[in-house]
T-cell receptor, first 110, second 110 residues
Framework: GESVGLHLPTLSVQEGDNSIINCAYS??????FIWYKQESGKGPQFIID?????DKRQGQRVTVLLNKTVKHLSLQIAATQPGDSAVYFC?????????FGSGTRLQVQP | NAGVTQTPKFQVLKTGQSMTLQCAQD?????MYWYRQDPGMGLRLIYY???????DKGEVPNGYNVSRLNKREFSLRLESAAPSQTSVYFC?????????FGDGTRLSIL
């Protein structure tokens, strides 16, 4: 089956800096992409999503960029805070059927 | 707002024992899902139910059965537990937007 992968398993940033988490996908038929945040002992928490007919979408302190040409997805977090420390997952497919990547751990240094 | 509620939160079984994991959502969502998450990996779909009365296999259905009891509840059953089924199990639901997850059941099989 198709797979979704992440370039970096662990990302360490300074508090206040911007964070960028990257994700590569391989299914060109995917029309929906989503980012989740998972804290220790909790379930995945929705952050932001984007349809394939868009290349950028912004939320509160977060931006998702989609480059369909190179099958690349990224999550940008502005002014990273200690509370942003978690594992971040990308997923692709459709709203009904998602394929998840293995996750990137974001560590925020004070 | 309870969202997606999973019970139990933790369980230890012996090989060969049976177990039912419960999931309930109070968001009036049509679709419900069961995933498993193994260390260092993303979520993998076990079974899903697109609507009340229907269920379909996902990526890793072997060793599991499901029941969509009503619109709110979707249970996952292990008939004869095996050590390979040691994992964290997540239930999710959605109707149109992103999937919403519970906080998981941590299952260990000895």
């Amino acid at each position: 089956g198709e797979s979704v992968g992440l370039h970096l398993p662990t990302l360490s940033v300074q508090e206040g800096d911007n964070s960028i988490i990257n994700c590569a996908y391989s299914n060109s038929a995917s029309d929906y992409f989503i980012w989740y945040k998972q804290e220790s002992g909790k379930g995945p928490q929705f952050i932001i999503d984007i349809r394939s007919n868009m290349d950028k979408r912004q939320g509160q302190r977060v931006t998702v960029l989609l480059n369909k040409t190179v099958k690349h997805l990224s999550l940008q977090i502005a002014a990273t805070q200690p509370g942003d420390s978690a594992v971040y997952f990308c997923a692709e497919g459709s709203r009904r059927a998602l394929t998840f990547g293995s996750g990137t751990r974001l560590q925020v240094q004070p | 707002n309870a969202g997606v509620t999973q019970t139990p939160k933790f369980q230890v079984l012996k090989t060969g024992q049976s177990m039912t994991l419960q999931c309930a959502q109070d968001m009036n969502h049509n679709s419900m899902y069961w995933y498993r998450q193994d260390p260092g990996m993303g979520l993998r779909l076990i079974y899903y139910s697109a609507s009340e009365g229907t269920t379909d296999k996902g990526e890793v259905p072997n060793g599991y059965n499901v029941s969509r009891l009503n619109k709110r509840e979707f249970s996952l059953r292990l008939e004869s537990a095996a050590p390979s089924q040691t994992s964290v199990y997540f239930c999710a639901s959605h109707v149109d937007g992103p999937q919403h997850f519970g906080d998981g059941t941590r299952l260990s099989i000895l």
